[in-house]
């Protein structure tokens, strides 16, 4: 994995980290940017997105369906659609 993609990556662990009130190793090892690097950008969103989801069921639904494909891509020559998702992602969780 690319510098890059560790960096996009650490963002998201952070955002779940503060979700949850956790360290990186919370929930399971979700929380943690090399699993999130590796396998888990859809199941971190989907999991801090749960959590709000009362509040914003519409926009957290048109969101992950908007990227459930990044669920069984690799970041490595889709790193502005993982950008793009990412920054989707931190504005949802404000």
Same mark, same amino acid.
């Given at each position: %994995?690319?510098?890059?993609? @560790? @960096?996009?990556?650490?963002?998201?662990?952070?955002?779940?980290?503060?979700?949850?009130?956790?360290?990186?190793? &919370?929930? &399971? &090892?979700?929380?943690?940017?090399?699993?999130?690097?590796?396998?888990?950008?859809?199941?971190?969103?989907?999991?801090?997105?749960?959590?709000?989801?009362?509040?914003?069921?519409?926009?957290?639904?048109?969101?992950?369906?908007?990227?459930?494909?990044?669920? &069984?891509?690799?970041?490595?020559?889709?790193?502005?659609?993982?950008?793009?998702?990412?920054?989707?992602? %931190?504005?949802?969780?404000?």
């Amino acid at each position: %994995m690319s510098a890059n993609s @560790h @960096h996009l990556a650490l963002r998201v662990e952070n955002a779940v980290r503060n979700a949850l009130d956790c360290d990186r190793f &919370g929930f &399971g &090892g979700i929380a943690d940017a090399d699993f999130i690097e590796r396998l888990g950008y859809y199941t971190a969103f989907s999991v801090v997105l749960d959590l709000q989801y009362q509040e914003k069921r519409d926009s957290i639904d048109e969101f992950l369906q908007k990227y459930y494909d990044l669920s &069984g891509i690799n970041i490595n020559g889709n790193e502005d659609r993982f950008r793009r998702a990412i920054d989707e992602f %931190m504005d949802l969780v404000r």
